[in-house]
């Protein structure tokens, strides 16, 4: 069987396919875009026809300088009153539909992300730090959410808006619309401009918090060695760098609001002074009327917030289309672990399991071997324990059998069959797993041992927790047992979490169990107890045990000594520690001691 | 937010200038359209093309002074704005820092370290975003609605008919929005947790075949978000509207009454037609503010969690007029130590005496108070009775500084700042050369440790020392230790954790950092407890037994029993060995 590959970082999506795919999401909103678009051409609509009725109203009702007969205000006025009327309601829709549009897809992307995660390989989260995945899903949506809620249909308004303006402008004066529509322009050169300058200063102030953040967390987390060494001025002083980092990136980005943002508050002037000389020497004149004069005046105003948004909106498109890129390409481009095509399965319970490695090789995604042409049998209820000095491999031997990783020659047998001709949720189901840092998860310490069997009979959880030694301390945590764990509940302590892990792999009731150090927190006076309660509960469980410490080898039938990924030694460890060769170099000093 | 004013010191004149030049801004917006109205009556309904120039050519040099001052404006609120908030960072963090382990063992560190970042964030930015919008339209406001009062205070009077509606509706947007938005949040921080949980725990979550349950329990979390996010756009989307509505109604109100005046002839064109833009100016604001607001609340709600961590008294301080400790000999006495961290004592009338450069192991199980007089000696805490003298002054009349840094400290697990294996060795003492670093180094076997990783000693390490062995992180603690040369160690299991063979590396690490300096050993290991001069068994707060290796283990007691587990041997093993 060739080894499986799988790309675990895909290169981004370029412009193009991640807009066509973007359109592909928007479509399934496709009745409430139309409908968000056909409220914003009546926005447009009216919001011309409003300032057309108050031209009316001063042209025929109110200055009657160039006509004899004045006609009554009030129609005008109940026209305008209505039509208002009308646009708050086309307007509370717009708004509506177009950001619940946006709110769906940030939804539904968060959605996809999640689930592709819960498929990914282990390689996959190797190579990419928790902030990042994070992020793909949390933050990096907003662009995503703020361009389809909101940019799309209001880029296409604010087109409608220029045009519609600029047509009844020019058909009431096209030389003085020429003329006022100086300001507009650099209007959007400055917004764009401002937009493109703003998004990476404000970015680079969302790092410069995350610098302080860190700072921040090291002071806390190591608080006890700073205070022991009296060094609290150097924290302080590394603190208040990284403090001086976020004041001045934010006093940059004032500095750019500075040089952007009067402008797009003040450069309108520039059209309303045109109106009022140029629009006014042809009211002189008698080519426009007062009330032509005013809706210049407003229509002008109207426009500018829109040519303002498409400059926003550029940006943001931009924004967008990079960070869904990525996102693509990380749910195009991993695949999940695949499933055997021809799955096999394990043999009945309540057989027990062997476990078999074959020739095995492994290597990280090119790097260099960590195991090489290893063999090791370990017999249907054996426990094996696994010695090494640290980076021998031991991790990734027992990280072989869940199939967090497949070997990259040779094979791994279960039960006798191979694991990757089992169905993944079944292999998992047989195999128990201890890592070397526990992870534990926010939800009550009950729901924490029952994790790998929810329909756990209680009885039996206690008994795992007494083998364990969840039951020193389980009982007395402020709820008992119904305890929320983590950081919004108990911290547990280091020792205390191992425990937990240990009992959790036990309730499964897996017919191979696997331990990675199990017990490297815990206290040598609690070690010595639990290794020998911890015998009889893994009786006829086929167990590897990974272990830096001769007590924890104790539990073990057989040790094995894993070196520079070859098994060197493998005996029992009595015999062993006699042998004089690595077993006894590894923990022969911990005995000759005494 | 009086906490706040302390941080304007100095730049009192500065905030009073930005007051003015807000108020400059405000006045070249409307005065301008108070312009217009001069143009269009004295000039275009006139017929006088000179006047009309004049008034335009006034009218571009009021917007650009108006442009210019807009940008003073936003600089200028922004420094202040920073100003602030770097002080207070400061002194949360400087204030943090001094408080004992007693508080940051109570709190949670990701409590501890929200103040600093996200609640002094808050504040920030509403400081440096909220400050500029919050200034420009306090003074915007009543600038606007004076000017519409100016041009006819007829027709401002009218047209202020339709501020009631405006003014509850903001007050409801204000309410609702702000409620909503903090609902938001928790939501978002909620699916935000899971994330980070599933990532983080994902070999646990695939090994027990959880995927499907993570997914509903994500699911659920990221639906409710969504109605969430749904539900404030619902807001947003009444609110604008609403406010524009009540904009154009206004204007037609203006218009209807206008009419009338300008008909009888005690109103001109021109300040009809102004009325309907200098309108705009006063409903602007008050959108821009209802906006702000919940920002201000968050920073108020944000400001009230500082304070409390800046209320929290230091339980350890320096008394008045301590002084510094000279450099010590070593001497080290215990006095009657009685400590308890609530009601219980866990120390009931703990002495000895070490005397310069003497080594003391303290064995016994865990809980039963080893730490604790670890701590006490560090001055971490102090005792409820009887003292901690070195070279016989008690630490509690000395500078605590001048004391620790005469202190060495190497814990179970020692903490690695980010920065390099250099920089950590460094941290005790900063100016160390880099000849002294490396001379640390080698004493201790890091050099052998550096030379496997690229950089050598100048290798990064990720924060927390991940990538290293708890065995390498230790020496690396070791030769940090060795390097501040302090004159009383402490190792509290230094030695726990460690695989054999790295372990080895340490004890001769350990022989090289203990001589010639007063020690005091916690550990497991009979291998490391060896080397003490006299060994103190602690039982329940007490020492039950003390002596050399050989005369404890020549006793009846809870040393022998100890001695059995210290070294964790079978009884057959032990016989095969």
Known sequence: ?594 | MRRLGKYLEGRKLMAALMILVGGGNAAAQTGGWLLVRNAIDHGIVAGNEHHLAVVVAIYLVVAAAGWVLQAILIRGLATIGQAIVIGLRRDLFDHLTGLSLRYFSQQKAGWIIARLTSDVDAVSDTLSQGMPTLVSNVILLPTAVAALLIADWRLGLISFAVLPPALVLSRWFQRVSHAANIEQRNRIAAVTAQIAESVAGMAIVQAFNRERRFQAEFDELNDANRVQATYVQRIFSTFFPSIEFLGVLAMGIVLYFGAHLYQHGTLTIGTLITAIYLLQLVFQPLQELSDVYGQLQSAGAAMVKIASILDEEPEVRDRPGAKPLPRLAGDLDLDSLVFAYGKEPVLHGVSFRVPPGGCFALVGESGHGKSTLARLIGRHYDPDEGAVRVDGIDVRDVQLRSYRRQLGVVLQDPFLFSGTIASNIRFAKPDATDAEVAQAAAAVGVDRVAARLSGGLEHEVREGGAGLSAGERQLISIARALLADPRILVLDEATSNIDRPTEVLIERALDRLLKGRTSIIIAHRLSTVRRADEILVVEHGRIVQRGTEEELLAQEGQFRRLAHTLDGGEPELLAAG
Not at chain 1, 258 to 287: D, M, T
Not at chain 1, 560 to 576: A, H, K, M, Q, W
């Open chain 1, 1 to 594: 069987m060739p080894p499986y590959v799988n790309p675990v970082d895909p290169p981004d999506l370029g412009l193009l396919p991640t807009f066509v795919r973007l359109l592909r999401i928007w479509r399934t909103q496709w009745k409430m875009g139309v409908f968000g678009l056909s409220c914003s051409f009546g926005y447009t609509l009216i919001s011309i026809a409003i300032p057309f009725l108050i031209q009316q109203a001063i042209d025929y009702s109110i200055d009657t300088t160039h006509h004899q007969h004045r006609k009554p205000l009030w129609p005008y006025l109940a026209a305008i009153a209505g039509l208002a009327a009308l646009r708050f309601v086309i307007n509370f829709n717009r708004r509506y539909a177009t950001a619940r549009i946006g709110v769906r897809i940030e939804a539904r992307m968060r959605e996809l992300l999640y689930q592709a995660y819960l498929g990914y390989p282990r390689a996959f989260f190797d190579r990419h730090a928790t902030g990042q995945v994070l992020s793909r899903a949390t933050n990096d949506l907003y662009p995503i959410r703020y361009f389809i809620g909101w940019g799309l249909v209001q880029g296409i308004q604010s087109v409608m808006m220029i045009v519609a303006a600029t047509i009844v402008l020019v058909l009431v004066d096209a030389r003085l619309a020429l003329y006022t529509a100086v300001a507009m322009p650099p209007i959007t050169v400055l917004a764009l401009r401002f937009a493109r300058r703003v998004s990476p200063i404000s970015r680079q102030v969302q790092a410069r918090k995350g610098d302080v953040t860190e700072s921040a967390d090291e002071a806390v987390v190591g608080i006890e060695m700073v205070q022991a060494f009296g060094r609290e001025d150097d924290i302080r002083e590394r603190f208040g760098e990284k403090a001086e980092g976020v004041r001045s990136t934010v006093l940059r980005q004032a500095g750019v609001e500075a040089r952007h943002l009067p402008g797009l508050y003040y450069l309108p002037a520039l059209s309303i002074a045109a109106v009022v000389f140029f629009g006014g020497r042809a009211v002189i004149g008698g080519q426009l009327t007062l009330g032509q004069f005013v809706l210049f005046e407003t229509l002008l105003l109207q426009l500018v917030w829109p040519l303002e948004a498409i400059g926003w909106i550029l940006d943001l498109a931009q924004r967008a289309l990079a960070s869904a890129g990525r996102s693509f390409a990380w749910l195009e481009g991993i695949e999940p672990l695949p499933e055997p095509e021809r799955p096999r399965h394990l043999p009945e319970p309540p057989a027990p399991l062997g476990v078999r490695f074959e020739r095995v090789a492994f290597a990280y995604g090119g790097e260099k071997d960590v195991l090489r042409d290893l063999d090791l049998v370990v017999e249907p209820g054996e426990i094996v324990a696994v010695c090494g000095p640290t980076g021998a491999g031991k991790t990734s031997l027992l990280n072989l059998l869940p199939r967090f990783y497949d070997p990259t020659e040779g094979r791994v047998l279960v039960g006798g069959v191979d694991t990757r001709d089992v169905p993944i949720a079944e292999l998992r189901a047989s195999v128990a797993l201890v890592t070397q840092r526990p992870i534990l998860f926010s939800v009550p310490l009950r729901e924490n041992l029952t994790a790998g069997r929810e329909d756990a009979d209680w009885e039996e959880v206690l008994a795992a927790c007494e083998a364990a030694g969840v039951d020193s301390f389980g009982a007395n945590l402020p709820e008992g047992y119904d305890t929320l764990i983590g950081e919004r509940g108990v911290n547990l302590s280091g020792g205390q979490r191992q425990r937990v892990a240990l009992a959790r792999a036990l309730v499964t009731g897996a017919r191979v169990v696997v331990l990675d150090d199990p017990l490297s927190a815990v206290d040598t006076f609690t070690e010595r107890r639990l290794v020998a309660r911890l015998r009889p509960a893994l009786e006829s469980r086929t167990v590897l045990v990974a272990t830096q410490r001769l007590s924890t080898v104790e539990i073990a039938d057989r040790a094995v000594v894993l070196e520079d990924g070859r098994i060197v030694e493998s005996g029992s460890p009595s015999e062993l520690l006699r042998a004089g060769g690595p077993f006894s170099t590894l923990f022969g000093d911990e005995v000759i001691a005494a």
